[in-house]
C-alpha cells in the first residue's frame, strides 16, 4: 500500500461543476503539497498545506492533520483544468507522492 | 525568465553511456532537488540540496551522483546508463527545505 493514496484515479467531468480530490497520507508531515501536472508535462505547485485551508481563485485545499487527510477542490470547473493532480506529503527532506488523479472536463 | 530551467530538454543515447543533466534556477533559492517519474507517471524524489547539504533517496542508484557547484545550479551525472533509467527527470527549487516548490520543464531520457 503506498504511504500516499489519491481518489478517484481518474475523473470527468462537466463544465462548471464542482470537483473535489481526495488525499491520504499515513506518513508524518511537515508540509502538504499539491501539484499539477499540465498534458505537456510541466508541473506546477499549486499549494502548500502544514494546517487548515488555503485558497487561489477557484482552487482551494483542506487538511485535516489528525485524520491525515487533504482534499483539493475546484470550483466551477473548465476544460483548461484538465490535467493530472498530485498530492505529496514532505516530511524534512523526504517527499513521497500519490500516484495522481487524471482529470478530464468536458465542455 | 525561465525561473528553473534543464537542459537538454530531450536526451537518447545507448547503455552503458554516461550523460549529464544541467539545472539552473534564477530564485535564489537555497534548496534544490531532482526528481523521477518513470512509465506510469509515478513520480520519486532522488536528492534533495539545501546549503551544502546532500540528501539522498537511498533507493537511488550510485551511479547517479548531483553535483552543485552553486547555489542556483544542481547538475545530475549518470554512470553506465541502463535502460531503467529511461524517464522524465524533473529538477525543482524552494526557498527552503520546506516551501512550495518551483519545478523545471523536465528532462525526458531514453536509454536504447
Known amino acids: 500500500k503506498n504511504e500516499v493514496e489519491q481518489s478517484p484515479q481518474n475523473l470527468t467531468a462537466q463544465e462548471g461543476e464542482f470537483i473535489t480530490i481526495n488525499c491520504s497520507y499515513s506518513v508524518g508531515i511537515s508540509a502538504l503539497h499539491w501539484l499539477q501536472q499540465h498534458p505537456g508535462g510541466g508541473i506546477v505547485s499549486l499549494f502548500m498545506?502544514?494546517?487548515g485551508k488555503k485558497k487561489h481563485g477557484r482552487l482551494i485545499a483542506t487538511i485535516n492533520i489528525q485524520e491525515k487527510h487533504s482534499s483539493l477542490h475546484i470550483t466551477a470547473s473548465h476544460p483548461r483544468d484538465s490535467a493530472v493532480y498530485i498530492c505529496a506529503a514532505h516530511n524534512n527532506n523526504d517527499m513521497r507522492f500519490g500516484a495522481g488523479t487524471r482529470l478530464t472536463v468536458k465542455p | 525568465d525561465t525561473a528553473v530551467s534543464q537542459t537538454p530538454k530531450y536526451l537518447v543515447t545507448q547503455m552503458g553511456n554516461d550523460k549529464s543533466i544541467k539545472c539552473e534556477q534564477n530564485l535564489g533559492h537555497d534548496t534544490m532537488y531532482w526528481y523521477k517519474q518513470d512509465s506510469k507517471k509515478f513520480l520519486k524524489i532522488m536528492f534533495s540540496y539545501n546549503n551544502k547539504e546532500l540528501i539522498i533517496n537511498e533507493t537511488v542508484p550510485n551511479r547517479f551522483s548531483p553535483k552543485s557547484p552553486d547555489k542556483a545550479h544542481l547538475n545530475l551525472h549518470i554512470n553506465s546508463l541502463e535502460l531503467g533509467d529511461s524517464a522524465v527527470y524533473f529538477c525543482?527549487?524552494?526557498?527552503?527545505?520546506?516551501?512550495?516548490?518551483?519545478f523545471g520543464p523536465g528532462t525526458r531520457l531514453l536509454v536504447l
Open positions: 498545506l502544514s494546517s
Open positions: 525543482a527549487s524552494s526557498p527552503g527545505p520546506v516551501g512550495t516548490q518551483y
